[in-house]
């Protein structure tokens, strides 16, 4: 018997997901599932999310398409997607947190401000 020659054999291209990314997607619903800005309901909905994307994850790690299957592009194009709106929604709830903290700085200069006004009447 002959060994195989892999050099006759053609490399069927062959498609993936865009796992890295939907790691990232992943984490930040984690991430959001312990935010204090998050209500409870919130938190919770973030949470099962991002265990459903990672059932998803370990079954795409393995997974190959053809290279004529255009769900992976869409897919894939979902994925970027998704991505952006978790990092926008996290930078929305940093965004919260330092709102607060000027709005109470506002609150404090106000006030020193009133002080020193000229009562009126």
Known sequence: MRPLNWKNF???KM???N???LVSCIEQCF????????????RNEMLALGKRLRGSLINLLTAQFNDDVKEVDEANAE???VD???LDAIAAVDNVADTVKRVNQLISVLDKLLEIA???G
């Open 19 to 21: 796992n890295t990314l």
């Open 31 to 42: 991430f959001l599932a312990t935010s204090s800005q998050l209500t409870p309901k919130q």
């Open 84 to 86: 952006q709106l978790l």
């Open 79 to 81: 994925i970027q997607a």
């Open 15 to 17: 498609k993936k997901t």
């Open 10 to 12: 053609t490399r069927i």
């Open 118 to 120: 000229i009562p009126i």
